[in-house]
């Protein structure tokens, strides 16, 4: 029953961000500065046909799942690709082709993980493989580097950034872990003056997971996703134990990293400085965080309206600064309306965390969010000069295959979660 | 674990609300300063390829509008018609060099987003872009006598109306062409720029409102208002002793006359004749004080509020400056030392004594018309300062007009008019001098007020600034006077 009616808001709610989209680009399309082919309309139609197609799988695969969480990803992808279209349209079909494959990607997961608890038991070849995906770009011959970050491997003919596969999969493995261990790590037998602190021995895996963090960092150069990763995980530590200890001496472990990374690195005090004061070096170092600034300046409250904008001059506009593109061009409402569609995300998959009777499907579920949640806060925080810029992509609207389809994977994740709380304990 | 989930739920809220908070500064708060910001060239670029409005002349003569290009970076590109004649007050628009004059300060009407943000949608729908002409005070003919007196002579022409501060001629020799500045070509844009700064005198600088000069003797209208206003002379006394020079206290370099002359009487004879060591005397008698607060009552200090960008302010020292330094007053009380002037400012001075006192705010902008020819805006004249009392005014004008008929500015007279002036020779240095000259008329009831300067003249003699100065000034006068009859 509560299916049903959750399929039907679905089924609304996608086409109410179909017809908003359309409209988008519609505007965009007449916008004078851009010029966009006729011929890519109806990649348009069919990045809006994938949504619903997606939405009839759910009805079939999870009929019981949340009615939100899909349409907000469809409207997401659906003005990302609109700017992507309209800033480079060389990449907009091959942006309609990825978001096939994340469709395809997302229904696949749906299909294959029918219990997530299944999982559970899959658990340290899961860490293996996160690690394993984490650190593959280091390896020779297929390790690239595009851009000074070492996140990308090449096979054959296909490139693609296992980082944002890895994310999932250390969620899911940090998930099952925490839950067989949160009774060992949330004892607390050391004191220290007024704190009563766990064993010294069971910040071993925070450790353990600094030092991976530190290796993206240092040796991929890639502070967003090690700032996510490392984030993550401390999150999920903390809900597993509810301990505020992992929080502080995690805090005071991303510290020193930061300190010793900020001392010793010249790529994160350049960071640094463009966080500090972009304006000292304009024209090179701080041109994109400078150039990004401008863009939502001009766009004011109500934007320059799609198309009329001149968001091509932002370097990495179509990925990582999409966000600075939108607000040109969509202004104050655009960035807030993108920004609410993130905190729906994250207040939507809190609450399936919340629901959820299995530990090991609330924990994850609360990680799943969280990586939305920190992700989306990472690259609009630098983007828009709160928090140093650590690039990384914004989920589902930024172009990039990997981005997007690893993010499908997660809501399919976060979808069969809310699935399985809706329907009684041994129906399938 | 609920708990802490809900906890992070708190937190996640928190950090977008920062999120939040922040668009708010970019996007509003702090939008303005990034958008003026000098390297954002973000506006320069709409602007550049979206349809501009026309700058035209009070005769209708179109001074700037725009071309469509094809091919290139930009779809159009500014041509300006009359070229040099009008340079420094349409200014260019360069997309790499931005944009100067009438181009810079109407900016938001010419590029019409100005309209209201209803008819801004309607105009939107319809295709149509909705900019606006702006029309200028300065009719074409004035503004070509002024170019054609002054000829191929270093120095600048302004006149203005006194009763409302309308630019009527604003003329500065080397000038130049906006045409090839604002090409869309960059390469030809930049080509043209380097060619201009390259050029003797720096013909990119509109000398008229921002450069000083020594004003001379044509300040001496300054003293004698400074000097009645504070009640130091009156028409009748001192009676100033005939002498050849004057020696100031804590000095003993005299202040001579030109030529070696012998000179005094009263106001309207010192006056006539430019007589520097009454003028020097009165000024040393006064104090520092009563000349400064008519010079800065009259702009002096202060940028003049022109409609155009960045004109400078003319100066003179402060009054304590001149308490050690009795032999400066003595010189600036003659327009030396410690005084200069915009040749602006100088027909801003003859315009406060024909309008009784009043300045006006000067201004070029006439009206601004939109597409369907309805004036959306027109300058309403307004009252920059009082800088004198009208009897003031009048004392003065009575002596100005003396300076014409029976002095040293009979060269300014215009035929059947009765006509106020003053000289000035600003001695420089190396036997050169600027010479000066001011003036209005009618007399009676003045309508153009006017101000020549020709820069760095060999010879320094008070007859210069009559010789040389007056007869382009008074055929400014006259052409001005035509186009702006009562």
């Known amino acids: 029953m509560i299916g049903a009616l959750r399929r039907s808001t679905e089924l609304g709610l996608v086409l109410l961000g179909g017809v908003i989209t359309a409209s988008i680009y519609t505007l965009a399309s007449l916008g004078r500065t851009a010029s966009l082919p006729a011929d890519i309309g109806p990649f348009l139609g069919v990045v809006l046909g994938l949504v619903l197609v997606a939405h009839v799988a759910t009805r079939r695969l999870a009929p019981a799942a949340d009615g939100i969480l899909l349409p907000i990803a469809g409207l997401l992808n659906g003005i990302g690709y609109v700017f992507i279209a309209r800033l480079d349209e060389n990449l907009a079909a091959l942006q309609a082709v990825w978001t096939a494959v994340g469709i395809g990607a997302y229904i696949g997961t749906l299909v294959v993980i029918r219990r997530i608890r299944d999982l559970e038991q899959y658990r340290y070849t899961l860490m293996f493989v996160g690690l394993a995906l984490l650190l593959l770009p280091l390896v020779p011959v297929i390790g690239r580097t595009i851009n000074g970050a070492r996140i990308w491997v090449q096979l054959g003919p296909m490139s693609f950034q296992p980082g944002e596969f890895a994310k999932i999969v250390l969620a899911v493995f940090f998930a099952s872990y925490l839950v067989e261990k949160r009774e060992l790590l949330g004892m607390a037998s050391v004191r220290i003056g007024p704190l009563m602190l766990p064993d010294l021995k069971h910040f071993g895996p925070v450790l353990l997971a600094w030092g991976a963090s530190l290796i993206v960092m240092f040796y991929e150069r890639d502070l967003g996703s090690s700032l996510l990763f490392f984030a993550v995980f401390v999150v999920m530590l903390w809900i597993a134990t509810e301990r505020w200890a992992y929080l502080g001496v995690s805090a005071v472990l991303f510290g020193a990293g930061a300190t010793v990374a900020w001392r010793t690195f010249s790529h994160v005090q350049v960071r640094i400085e463009n966080w500090l004061d972009p304006w000292q070096d304009v024209a090179d170092r701080g041109f994109q965080t400078v150039q990004a600034t401008f863009a939502l300046a001009f766009g004011g409250i109500t934007g320059t309206g799609p198309g009329l904008g001149s968001p091509g001059r932002i370097p990495a506009a179509e990925t990582d600064f999409i966000f600075a593109a939108i607000g040109e061009e969509l202004g104050l409402l655009g960035s807030t309306a993108v920004l609410v569609a993130f905190l729906l995300m994250v207040g939507t998959g809190l609450r399936i965390s919340l629901r959820a009777d299995n530990p090991f499907e609330k924990l994850l579920a609360a990680g799943l969010t969280a990586i939305i949640g920190i992700q989306s806060f990472i690259i609009i925080g630098g983007v828009i000069r709160l928090v140093p810029l650590t690039g990384i992509t914004l989920p589902f609207v930024s172009y990039g295959g990997s981005s997007l389809v690893a993010n499908y994977v997660l809501l399919a994740l976060l979808m069969r979660i809310s699935d399985s709380e809706e329907r009684p304990v041994g129906a399938p | ?486």
């Open chain 2, 1 to 486: 674990m609920n708990r802490q989930i809900r906890r992070l739920g708190i937190g996640m809220l928190a950090l977008f609300l920062a999120l939040f908070a922040q668009l708010n500064i970019v996007h509003v708060f702090r939008a303005e300063s990034y958008n003026d910001n000098p390297n954002n060239t973000r506006a320069v670029t709409r602007d550049f390829n979206r349809p501009r409005g026309q700058i035209v002349a009070a005769d209708g003569t179109v001074l700037a509008r725009s071309e469509a290009v094809e091919g290139g970076q930009f779809n159009r590109q500014r041509v300006y018609p009359e070229g040099e004649l009008f340079g420094h007050i349409t200014g260019y628009f360069s997309f790499s060099f931005g944009f100067s004059g009438v181009e810079q300060s109407y900016n938001a009407e010419l590029a019409g987003r100005t309209a209201p943000r209803i008819q801004d949608l309607a105009e939107h729908l319809l295709e149509r872009d909705p900019t606006a002409d702006v029309t200028i005070t300065i009719p074409t003919e004035v503004q070509r006598v002024a170019r054609d007196g002054l000829g191929e002579q270093r120095g600048s022409v302004v006149a203005l109306d006194p009763r409302d501060g309308s630019i009527l001629a604003l003329w500065s020799f080397p000038s130049y062409d906006p045409t090839a500045l604002s090409a869309a070509d960059q390469d030809a844009s930049r080509a043209a720029r380097e060619q201009l700064l390259a050029a003797p005198e720096n013909p990119l600088l509109p000398r008229a409102y921002r450069e000083t000069f020594f004003p001379g003797s044509t300040f001496k209208v300054v003293t004698a208002a400074a000097g009645l206003a504070s009640g130091a002379i009156n028409p009748q006394e001192p009676d100033y002793p005939r002498l050849a020079e004057f020696v100031p206290p804590q000095t003993n370099q005299p202040i001579r006359n030109f030529g070696g002359a012998t000179c005094g009487g009263v106001l309207i004879d010192i006056l006539r004749v430019s007589c520097n060591t009454a003028f020097a005397q009165l000024g040393v008698e006064m104090g520092a004080e009563p000349l400064v607060t008519t010079a800065s009552a009259l702009g002096f200090n202060d940028r003049p509020p022109i409609d155009l960008p960045a004109p400078v302010a003319s100066t003179i020292s402060p009054p304590e400056f001149f308490d050690d330094n009795i032999p400066v007053l003595a010189q600036t009380a003659i327009g030396q030392n410690a005084v200069r002037a915009t040749p602006l400012q100088m027909a801003m001075v003859a315009g406060a004594i024909a309008n009784g006192g009043t300045v006006m705010a000067p201004h070029v902008m006439a009206e601004v018309v939109n597409d369907d020819g309805e004036v959306i805006d027109r300058y309403r004249p307004s009252v920059w300062r009082t800088a004198m009392t009208p009897e003031v005014a009048a004392t003065v004008t009575e002596a100005m007009v003396a300076v014409v008929a029976d002095g040293t500015a009979g060269g300014l007279a215009v035929p059947g008019v009765t006509t106020a002036g003053k000289t000035g020779t600003a001695q420089i240095g190396n036997d050169l001098s600027h010479a000066w000259i001011i003036g209005f008329a009618p007399a009676e009831a003045p309508r153009v007020a006017v101000a020549v300067i020709v820069e760095a003249r060999e010879g320094a003699s008070e007859q210069t600034g009559g010789r040389v100065a007056a007869p382009i000034a008074r055929a400014v006068l006259a052409a001005a006077l035509e186009a702006r009859p009562s």
